[in-house]
Every structure is written in C-alpha cells, then in structure tokens.
C-alpha cells in the first residue's frame, strides 16, 4: 500500500476525486490533500476522518507516493516535476502532459497497454475525449473508420469551481462577471483558449487525444459548446466506416463494453450525473450513407471524465507493476 495525495483536493475534480477513491477501496497507508495556500486551514475529508489541506512541497511528499493531479495546467507545471523527481507516481488531469509523445495518455478500457507499470507520470484525458473513445472503441470491429465527427454539449461544473459559481450567480440574477461569460440560459461556442485555424483549445484537445488514445489518423470534425447544465457532457457523434455498417451490429458491441450503456430514449445529461458509465443513446444509420453510424454519448465529466478514470488509471497502474 502507498501514501496517496490529492493536488487540487478542493476543486471540483479533486473533491470526487477523494469520493471515487472511498467509494472503490483505493488502497492507501495514508492520505495528503493539497492544495493552494487559499486553503490553508481548511480539511479535507477521507474514510471519516478529517485531514489538513497541504502545500506541496519536497518536504511533503515522498518517494511511492501516489499523486493524483486536479490543478490546471500552468500549476500541475510547477508541481509535477518535483514530484516525478522523488520517485512519486503522478495521474495529472490537466493537459499539460498530454500530448508529451514520452507520457501515456490512458483510458484503461480503451488503451491500457499504454501503460507499463514503471512510469513516474500518465495523463488523464480531457473529460470530452473520455467519453467519445469509450464508445469509439468498441466499434472498431464494424470496420476501419474514414473520419469522426463530433458536436458536444458540455456542463459548466466541466470549468471548474469558478465557472459553477458564475453559473449560479448569474440564475440568481446577477450580470455576467468574469472570464467565464453570459452562460445563464445562453449557449458558448468557444471553449478554452483559440487555437489554430479559428478551432478552440477543446476542440484541438478532442482531436489531438482522440487520435493518441485510439491510435489512429483520421479526421475529426469537432465542434465543442458550453450550455447551462451543471454536471454530465452530451455529445452528437457522427462516424464514417469503410463499409457499410448495421445499428444492430453497433448496439451488440457497445452491449459487451465495459463502462457503457446503450439506451434508446434520448438521454439527457441528468441520466448520467453521479454514475460512473458512459450512456450511448440512439444509435442509427444515415440513410444516405449507410457506411456512416449516428448516436449520442453522454457521461458525468466529474467522474468518468475525470476523476474515475484518473483512479482506474492507478488500479489498472499497480496491476501492471506488482
Ligand atoms: N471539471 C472537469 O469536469 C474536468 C474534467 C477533466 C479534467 N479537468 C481538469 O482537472 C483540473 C482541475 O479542474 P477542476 O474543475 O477541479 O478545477 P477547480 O474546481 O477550479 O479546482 C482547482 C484546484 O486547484 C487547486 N490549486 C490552485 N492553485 C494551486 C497550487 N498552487 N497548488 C496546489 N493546488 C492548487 C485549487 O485549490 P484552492 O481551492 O486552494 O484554490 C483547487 O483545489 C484542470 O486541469 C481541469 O482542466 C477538469
């Protein structure tokens, strides 16, 4: 058993964090939440005890410590390394790692065997991607996909603390204040920073990690919104195989996979708040173009976007390395 630490205890990832690793048993000798010296004075807590929120520093952590990552990017920056450093275990939620070509990039269902059990960092996956892959893989067996596409509908608790704040701030009447926009009965078609060629950082995130996860080069046509739910990412996907498929066919396969669920009745993003499965809901054929399968796929961006996934990470890590 090892001493396990969350970075970023009390943000939204962090705080499910500490309830999936309680929820599955994650073993552990000791437990260290850290987080900004905001926090200093306030517990976290783990297993009916209360524990003091740290900083993180050489001095507070130590070598086979288990590191679990909810900080942005710019901060898991200034962290990370320290801790790889001292023979630390680090699964980082944030992007800052992700596409570092040397650092796994895991959803234990999909690609496991990225993973060898002897690295001293993985990344977790946008909490988009998460959910497109779990129902993508599976349907690798209809045939060779030609391209993806991909419209998602995403919750606001997706922006963490700050923007759920706004959120209710502005349902309670207030003016929009902040970075995060008019989000109160509005939608946001631009998530993250702008990149490349008019395409926001979300978009450039489900693209780029999708195809590393998958291995594969196709194109994916991404387009990602922000709407005003609180918590469960909706996507509208569209994929193009290299024959033609049958929704049947389709169904079977997402039946057997681990971590889904089919459903037939229009699922919204309240089915999927608090569960760990991915819904894939309303699978069809395009009747122009029977090589190309429609079907929505929605999952709590909180814990199979995130937080489960980054701790099904580590379980899958031990297995590996014991
Ligand atoms: N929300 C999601 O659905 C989701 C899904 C997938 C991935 N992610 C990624 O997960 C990360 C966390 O997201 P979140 O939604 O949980 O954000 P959040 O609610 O804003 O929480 C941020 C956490 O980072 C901590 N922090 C800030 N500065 C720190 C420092 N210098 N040292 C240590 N901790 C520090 C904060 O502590 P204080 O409370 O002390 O400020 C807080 O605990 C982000 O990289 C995000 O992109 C989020």
Known sequence: MAAVGVVGATGLVGETMIKVLQDRSFPMD??????????EGKNSRCHGRDYPVEIITPETISKGMILFGATSANIAKDWVPMCRDAGALVIDNSSAYRMDPTVPLVVP???AGAMTGRESLIANPNCSTIQLVMALNPLLELGSIRWISVATYQAVSGAGTPALDELERQQ???PPSGAEGRIHQNIIT???????GGFCGEELKLMSETCKIMGIDVPIYASTARVPVRTGHTEAVAVAFDRPVEPSDAVALL???PGVIVSEYGAGPLEVEGIDDVIVDRVRVNPADPSVLQFWVLADNLRKGAALNAVQIAEEYLRRSS
Not at 30 to 39: E, I, K, L, N, T
Not at 190 to 196: A, E, K, V, Y
């Open 109 to 111: 269902e999909v690609n």
């Open 30 to 39: 000791s437990f260290h939440p850290f987080a900004s010296g905001r926090s």
């Open 255 to 257: 039946r057997c996979a």
């Open 172 to 174: 309670s009447g207030s």
């Open 190 to 196: 631009s998530i993250g920073d702008p990149g490349r």
